[in-house]
């Protein structure tokens, strides 16, 4: 495990609090596409494996962004690349509402994710780097908070009836941005840990002897587990339409989900620190697939709210326990670099998740056979899981 230095206490509250807002911008738009589905789909004209495509387009995007971004942070530093990544994802959910044909909607999602990937590799780095060891798991819980947030800020403003019109998401998912640009340039510190660092190192370094082990492990994690939420987010709006429930009801599940995300994260944060690696990881995954079991058969609105809730809280919360666990693993010079790779590997997991559930759909399996399916995915993410927080527990002894 690497030491953290630990920053000021005001450096640390500014960090997080923008950072925060930014992850909030971030959560609003992975979001976006979802409540919007419907919406565009009938603007487009658009089947369930064009809605696959474009759900996935977004997260295709991520992929890139997260491994670039998270290199070039290790290089020109966390802020200046954050700065280029808020520009990008801004301007591109602006020209999302701007699209007028599947092929150019296609773009913007893909543009708008490369800004989004790029982002949260620093979000974290700089975040876990003025917490240091003794606060990092709740700094990264408290700013990654901002994610859920969003989303359920995006649910809202989809049951509400406030974007009845498909394009008012993405215009608030532009334009906010924007605005936060001046605050991060005036007000967001770099990190004191890149400052300090060596120059940066080869990529390879992730292989080198006694971190090859925890690299792979982080990233069957990650693939795994945002493969399902993900699946979650995109589809699961549509596929509560299709069950018999009005958009808005769909909506309001997803409102519950992205609750539940915030408290799992602000929950599981605290609790890494505190229960041991097995009581853990045995909670978030065995909370996973109860949720995914419940959600493919509950009938009722009110067992629809609960079991979205149950998701979002153990889904959402392991994968912000996943993103506090990632910075200790690296030195400085390539920590971004090691965020930034696990990340863009967790994104080939939420790329493949709405394009399993599109197929299984397509296969005419239903919502049953789409929980059913990433069952498996979850139990060894479960255990790379269990084996990463026992060697950070067994490290922090010595």
């Known amino acids: 495990m690497i030491k953290i ?13 923008l950072c925060f807002m930014v992850a909030l911008m971030e959560g609003l738009d992975l979001q976006a596409a979802g409540i919007a589905a419907v919406g565009m789909a009938q603007a487009f004209a658009l089947d369930k494996m064009q809605m696959g ?21 290790d290089r020109h530093g966390r802020k200046r690349i954050l700065l ?10 602006l020209a999302t509402a701007l699209a007028w044909s599947f092929p150019t909607l296609l773009l913007a999602r893909l543009l ?30 408290l700013m990654y908070c901002g ?74 994690g990650y693939f795994f587990t ?5 699946m979650l987010i995109n589809w699961l709006p549509m596929l509560l339409v299709g069950q018999g429930f009005r958009a808005s009801q769909a909506a309001g599940v997803m409102f519950s989900l992205q609750i539940g995300a915030a408290c799992g994260t602000l929950l599981l944060g605290a609790l890494m620190d505190k229960l041991t690696p097995l009581r853990m990881s045995l909670l978030i995954y065995s909370g996973i697939l109860a949720s995914l079991l419940a959600l493919g058969s509950a009938s009722s609105l009110t067992g629809m709210l609960l079991a979205g809730f149950v998701a979002g809280l153990f889904a959402t919360g392991g994968q912000s326990v996943l993103y506090a666990l990632a910075p200790l693993f690296y030195p400085a010079a390539i920590r971004a670099t090691g965020v930034g790779t696990a990340v863009a590997v967790g994104r080939l997991g939420a790329m493949s998740g709405p394009l399993l559930a599109g197929k299984m759909l397509a296969l005419g399996t239903g919502t049953v056979g789409v929980m ?9 993410a479960g255990v790379a899981v269990f084996w990463l927080m026992h060697r950070q527990q067994r490290a922090a002894m010595v």
């Open 5 to 17: 230095t630990t920053a000021t206490p005001s450096r640390l509250v500014v960090t997080i609090g």
């Open 53 to 73: 495509w474009i759900f996935s387009a977004g997260i295709l995007g991520l992929l890139p962004g997260a491994l670039v971004g998270g290199m070039l942070a």
């Open 84 to 93: 280029g990544s808020v520009l990008l994802f801004g301007l591109f959910s």
């Open 112 to 141: 708008t994710g490369v800004g989004l990937g790029a982002a949260l590799p620093n979000l974290i780095a700089l975040t876990s780097e003025a917490a240091g060891s003794r606060f990092r798991g709740r700094a990264v819980s």
């Open 147 to 220: 994610v859920p947030i969003g989303a359920a800020l995006a649910a809202a403003l989809g049951f509400s009836g406030l974007a009845a019109a498909w394009q008012t998401i993405f215009w608030i998912g532009g334009v906010v941005p924007l605005l936060l640009i001046p605050l991060l340039m005036r007000w967001l510190p770099e990190s004191q840990a890149f400052q300090r660092a060596e120059a940066s190192v080869p990529l390879r370094t992730l292989f080198a002897p006694g971190q090859a082990a925890a690299t792979l492990l982080l990233w069957l």
């Open 226 to 230: 945002l493969l399902v939420v993900y």
């Open 372 to 380: 059913a399916a990433s069952a498996p995915g979850i139990v060894l």
